[in-house]
């Protein structure tokens, strides 16, 4: 089904040279306007001493990134090119291709910029990491399910992350329930 997925999506690349401009700046550059939103609203929340949700990005980012390395350790897909005959539009080397790593990277920071710094920036953020995942699979450089699965790897960073969080907050406030430790 993932070879399925990756012809419906693929077929047309390099047909309509408009459509295929779009798709290689997604799948190549999108990235880095991610990346710069993303800085953007780290500064400002660090301007408004807003240090934690920073750290909880980061820590996002790492777990995703460590558990995408493991992935990839592990893993025996080859990207789509190496092993049918497909539309590649975008120039990339051999190898594993299951996590995208600019799936994992995108939805990463889209995910911790919604749950931790702002929710709007982060579904838009979402969007640009669907957007990017798409057009990985249209220039042919991965298949439906890795950039599934770099997604999956950023939830659950995400939502480890969020548990954690949570999970300290509640145990401060059960040790300290009137509030005293901040106000001496």
């Known amino acids: 089904m993932n070879y399925q997925l990756f012809e419906l999506l693929n077929r047309d690349a390099g047909r309509f040279d408009g459509l295929d401009d779009v798709m290689e700046f997604t799948a190549s550059w999108l990235i880095f306007g991610v990346f710069a939103v993303a800085a953007v609203l780290v500064a400002r929340a660090l301007w408004r001493r807003r240090v934690r949700p920073v750290v ?6 790492v777990l995703a990134f460590l558990v995408s390395t493991l992935v990839t350790r592990f893993s025996t ?7 049918h005959h ?10 594993v291709s299951l ?20 929710r709007r920036w982060g579904i838009l953020l979402t969007v640009a990491a669907l957007a990017i995942g798409v057009a990985r699979v249209w220039a042919g450089v991965h298949y439906p399910g890795d950039v599934a699965a770099g997604a999956v790897i950023a939830g659950l960073a995400a939502a480890a992350v969020l548990a954690w969080s949570r999970w300290r907050s509640l145990r401060s406030r059960a040790a300290d329930p009137a509030g005293l430790r901040g106000s001496r």
């Open 99 to 118: 996590p995208s790593d600019h799936a994992t990277a995108a939805f990463a920071v889209a995910f911790g910029i919604g749950l931790f710094l702002d």
């Open 86 to 95: 497909v539309h590649q539009l975008i120039p990339h080397g051999p190898g």
């Open 56 to 61: 909880e990005l980061g820590v996002t980012l």
């Open 77 to 83: 897909q080859l990207r789509p090119f190496q092993n």
